[in-house]
């Protein structure tokens, strides 16, 4: 059987610095007439940008930039209306503006840019920015935070480990990097630090349910099989249509030797998600054991369906077919999951097909 879990990284969408920062207009000079008008527009702007009102924040900010060319935060704050709107090109014009213009206090901005091109895809920039928000801010937990989200898509965990870490040191409360530092350990298979931060992040937000989620994953991959069930029921009862963790808590039911709990629990993941592939294949594998070698047939037939590269559904197929005495069917399907890169497919070919 294919071993299947999912570590999830939580990449929740925030915004740094949307609140009105101090600008002050000196009455006295020649523009003060245009100042305080844009001052107007700003402070008008900002509201309407806290209430989601985005398009109407935008018109606002607009007019306050056109008296005054050099208004930093009304740069900023317009990005931050496209950044919510999802118009992140249009958001990094903005925040690069507010850079340019206040280059040395621009923390803030750097962040947000940072997120802007991180949601385009571009994590190279992004990381750029997140570095050059926490030069000038050493303690800006959110640009470590998404500093290690990077990282551990790279799958550089000891660094993403380290950025989480300064983040959790910036914010002890950031449950969000809790749950990303456990699963940078659990990547590294530290699973006792893993499983410590995990029940961390739980603690700050007990309904967080990936958290749950993982420290399900934890406690399997140590073979504490019954904490693994109690932490993804914990997971399923907070979120009822979390077909990964009925996946999953069915896989820790399967080592167990609970073989219908398992039926049962990818069962309802298939329910949840009818294309949802491997608890099609984990099914077979229960059904296998359950010696209901025509179901397992049967379900593998359909993880096929679903995806005609997936090796580890022909393998399985394979030894179901060769239960029920369909050997050449057996052995073609070996020969497929070998051709796929399974490399254990060999053994089953060489002991039970004629070349």
Request: charged share 25%; proline share 1%.
């Amino acid at each position: 059987m294919k071993k299947f879990w999912i570590l999830l990284i939580s990449i929740p969408l925030l915004i740094s610095g949307l609140n009105a920062q101090d600008v002050e207009v000196n009455v006295g000079d020649s523009t003060a007439l245009n100042k305080a008008k844009a001052m107007d527009l700003y402070n008008t702007g900002l509201q309407k940008l806290n209430s989601n009102q985005l398009d109407q924040a935008i018109a606002d900010f607009n007019q306050a930039i056109e008296l005054m060319p050099d208004f930093v935060q009304a740069y900023f704050n317009r990005g931050a209306a496209y950044f919510e709107q999802k118009k992140y090109k249009e958001a990094i014009q903005d925040y690069s503006k507010a850079i340019e213009l206040k280059p040395d206090s621009a923390a803030n901005a750097y962040f947000s840019r940072g997120r802007s091109y991180q949601l385009l895809g571009d994590n190279t920039s992004a990381l750029n920015d997140f570095n050059k928000a926490i030069e000038q801010d050493p303690k800006n937990a959110k640009a470590y935070y998404y500093k290690g989200v990077i990282e551990f898509q790279n799958k550089d965990y000891k660094a993403a480990e380290e950025s989480f870490t300064k983040a959790i040191e910036a914010d002890p409360k950031y449950a969000y990097a809790y749950n990303d530092r456990g699963s940078a350990r659990l990547m590294q298979n530290n699973l006792e630090g893993a499983i410590s931060d995990y029940k961390k992040a739980t603690q700050l937000d007990s309904k967080m349910a990936f958290a749950w989620n993982n420290l399900g994953t934890a406690y399997r991959k140590m073979k504490k099989y019954d904490e693994a069930i109690d932490a993804y029921t914990q997971a399923v009862k907070l979120k009822s249509d979390y077909y990964i963790a009925f996946n999953n808590r069915g896989y820790a039911k399967y080592e167990k030797g609970d073989y219908q709990g398992a039926v049962d629990d990818f069962s309802q993941a298939i329910r949840l998600k009818s294309s949802y592939v491997y608890a099609f294949n984990n099914r077979a594998a229960a059904k296998y054991k359950m010696k209901d070698y025509k179901g397992a047939v049967e379900d593998c037939d359909k993880a096929i369906l679903l995806d005609n590269n997936y090796g580890a559904a022909y393998l399985n197929r394979g030894i179901a077919k060769e239960m029920l005495r369909d050997q050449s069917g057996a052995c073609a399907d070996w020969k497929k999951a070998q051709e796929l890169g399974l490399k254990n497919a060999k053994v089953f070919i060489q002991s039970s097909c004629e070349e």
